[in-house]
């Protein structure tokens, strides 16, 4: 059971928008920023938002991360098929002392 | 370019011990945190380890404290996981990560894949 709450799967046609939600508590989103990752298969994590919805060198701006209160979402838009991946949420939690991730999201396109 | 590259994963017998290596490369090793992530098959990430720069403070998720021990060595540019009394349930590939900030890993390895079954 994951710390952070994900739904197990989303879907989008080539175009689409679609947007992939990670809820908490007060204790990691609540009082901290929020990080996405993705995830292709067979592949390392690759850091896809940090601090809510900043966006690392290389990440298009079709993507992007929101906040509030206690839950976060994932937007993805003009969707392709090279989104097709898991996508995971993480936050640091205050009560654990450490970062936990979301159960992840498994996009298709 | 930033690489890090995990080594010594293999197959472990139930209760025995393996030591993870992390080479890391393209970047002033000694001013980042860095961290192990790993992943049970067809599961999701789970956070293990951390360990700050220059002063080596350590932090362990609640499954790991008392058995895996990280470390740094960044004279070598390298960070380790000592894994003890070993588990079927701790069968997973582990990543290695460098942070940016305490839930934020910009690079990770490629993973070592690591099997506890006797």
């Known amino acids: 059971q994951s710390v952070l709450t994900q739904p197990p799967s989303a879907s989008g046609t080539p175009g689409q928008r679609v947007t992939i939600s990670c809820s908490g508590s007060?204790?990691?989103?609540?009082?901290?920023?929020v990080t996405w990752y993705q995830q292709l298969p067979g592949t390392a994590p690759k850091l896809l938002i940090y601090i809510n919805n900043e966006r690392p060198s290389g990440v298009p701006d079709r993507i992007s991360g929101s906040k509030s209160g206690t839950s976060a979402s994932l937007a993805i838009s003009g969707l392709q098929s090279e989104d097709e991946a898991d996508y995971y949420c993480a936050a640091w939690d205050d009560s654990l002392n450490g970062p936990v991730f979301g159960g992840g999201t498994k996009l298709t396109v | 370019e930033v690489q890090l590259v995990e080594s010594g994963g293999g197959l472990i017998k139930p209760g025995g011990s393996l030591r993870l290596s992390c080479a890391a490369s393209?970047?002033?090793?000694?001013?980042?945190?860095m961290n192990w992530v790993r992943q049970a098959p067809g599961k999701g990430l789970e956070w293990v380890s951390s360990i700050t720069s220059p002063v080596a403070y350590t932090y362990y998720g609640d499954s790991f404290k008392g058995r895996f021990t990280i470390s740094r060595d960044n004279a070598k540019n390298s960070l380790y996981l000592q894994m003890n009394s070993l588990r079927a349930e701790d069968t997973a590939v582990y990543y290695c990560?460098?942070?940016?900030?305490?839930?934020?890993?910009?690079?990770w390895g490629q993973g070592t894949l690591v099997t506890v079954s006797s």
């Open positions: 393209g970047f002033t090793f000694s001013s980042y945190n």
């Open positions: 007060s204790s990691n989103i609540g009082g901290n920023s």
């Open positions: 990560a460098r942070s940016i900030s305490p839930a934020s890993f910009d690079y």
